[in-house]
């Protein structure tokens, strides 16, 4: 019978992501909420929507290198969160904003913090529409 253990498996692995989505969501509010709003619905002409947002579900790079260094008025948060963090907060948008865009690990994180891929952004270049 191997499909106890996986059971077991697969049953202990529910409350670690759900763990890491309420990590996300916490992460948010104390980091993001103040700007972005509760919904990550942004305020019109200051701060972008985060919320259905073609951005945040999109290329992971991108928005992993504007959490890390910032973009436009937005803080750099590579010196106050650490990579498990930052993937926390990028999971909990792209999936629960975003129509389930897709997971973000630590390890991406960490590659784009290394690889110097986190580029400051002009002002024309801070207000994604979306």
């Given at each position: 019978m191997m499909f106890k253990p996986l059971i077991a498996l697969f049953a202990l692995a529910?409350?670690?992501?759900?763990?890491?989505?309420?990590?996300?969501?916490s992460l948010?509010?104390?980091?993001?909420?103040?700007?972005?709003?509760?919904?990550?619905?942004?305020i019109p002409g200051a701060f972008p929507a985060l919320a259905g947002s073609a951005f945040v579900a999109g290329d992971r790079t991108e928005l992993l290198a504007t959490i890390l260094k910032g973009r436009g008025g937005m803080p750099a948060f590579a010196g106050s969160m650490n990579d498990e963090q930052i993937a926390a907060v990028a999971t909990y948008l792209r999936d629960?904003?975003?129509?389930?865009?897709g997971p973000v690990q630590s390890a991406q994180v960490a590659a784009v913090r290394k690889g110097g891929n986190a580029v400051q952004y002009s002002q024309s270049q801070a207000r994604p529409n979306n």
């Amino acid at each position: 019978m191997m499909f106890k253990p996986l059971i077991a498996l697969f049953a202990l692995a529910i409350p670690y992501a759900a763990q890491a989505q309420e990590s996300g969501a916490s992460l948010y509010q104390k980091n993001c909420l103040a700007c972005h709003q509760a919904k990550g619905q942004g305020i019109p002409g200051a701060f972008p929507a985060l919320a259905g947002s073609a951005f945040v579900a999109g290329d992971r790079t991108e928005l992993l290198a504007t959490i890390l260094k910032g973009r436009g008025g937005m803080p750099a948060f590579a010196g106050s969160m650490n990579d498990e963090q930052i993937a926390a907060v990028a999971t909990y948008l792209r999936d629960d904003w975003n129509g389930k865009a897709g997971p973000v690990q630590s390890a991406q994180v960490a590659a784009v913090r290394k690889g110097g891929n986190a580029v400051q952004y002009s002002q024309s270049q801070a207000r994604p529409n979306n």
